[in-house]
């Protein structure tokens, strides 16, 4: 069974903190993700991994980074905080898509950001 | 502009079946279109798969047209716990010649007694 961990299900920080959100997969995937997720907005890719220390923008990567040093490991990074970065972050893992019956991304439960 | 496009919402009554068609034009060629279901709190839950025709398995049915512009999740007799937000993910071209795995905007399913 796939598990997909993240590191805290409710974090709330100040803003010009720097804040570290971290994903761990079972699975030995070579795909991570990071999303965010707003009402009214659906599912935003922040970055995502194809292997370790390879990484790829998403659609809003502005005011993040990602540290991949490890394959089961997939970091989120918000180097200083602020009050629109307030959101669920959610962590994903996949292997390669475009391959047969493997386009299937795993969700870790979510971790709600607040930025104060 | 390549997207997927999804109604906001529906409503329905215990017993009915559902249907949310997700369309998506410039979907690549060689992948597959993915639908999750993902309830308040929790992060988005596979439900089914496909890459063409009909696909059918204990939860849900998928039908893709031949051109594969669209997609219809189809939910038989839903009852109160399949009251949820549903998003489609497929791997669009983009005018870039890049490939983006995308997700639809979501459908937040109402099933009412």
């Known amino acids: 069974d796939v598990k997909v961990t993240q590191s805290s299900r409710y974090l709330v920080k100040r803003t010009g903190e720097k804040v570290f959100l971290e994903c761990v997969q079972d699975m030995d995937h070579e795909n991570m993700f990071w999303y965010r997720q707003d009402p009214g907005l659906g599912l935003r890719l922040i970055y995502f991994?194809?292997?370790?220390?390879?990484?790829e923008k998403g659609d809003i990567p502005e005011g993040y980074s990602v540290s991949r040093e490890k394959k089961e490991r997939f970091s989120l990074i918000l180097e200083s905080a602020s009050t629109n970065q307030t959101s669920m972050y959610l962590c994903?893992?996949?292997?390669?898509?475009?391959?047969?019956?493997?386009?299937?991304?795993?969700f870790g439960p979510g971790t709600r950001l607040t930025v104060l | 502009l390549a997207k997927t496009t999804q109604p906001i919402s529906m409503d329905s009554y215990e017993g009915q079946e559902v249907n949310i068609t997700c369309s998506h034009n410039?979907?690549?060629?060689?992948?597959?279109i993915t639908w999750y279901q993902q309830f308040p709190s929790q992060g988005p839950r596979f439900i089914i798969q496909?890459?063409?025709t009909k696909v059918t398995n204990e939860v849900a049915s998928l039908f893709i047209p031949a051109d594969r512009k669209s997609s219809t999740l189809s939910l038989p007799r839903v009852s109160l716990s399949d009251t949820a937000v549903y998003y489609c993910l497929v791997v669009l071209s983009m005018d870039t010649g890049r490939r983006a795995l995308t997700f639809g905007s979501g459908t937040r399913l109402q099933v009412q007694p």
């Open positions: 991994s194809y292997d370790v220390k390879m990484k």
């Open positions: 994903a893992s996949m292997t390669p898509y475009g391959l047969e019956d493997t386009d299937t991304q795993y």
């Open positions: 496909g890459y063409k």
């Open positions: 410039n979907i690549a060629t060689n992948d597959y």
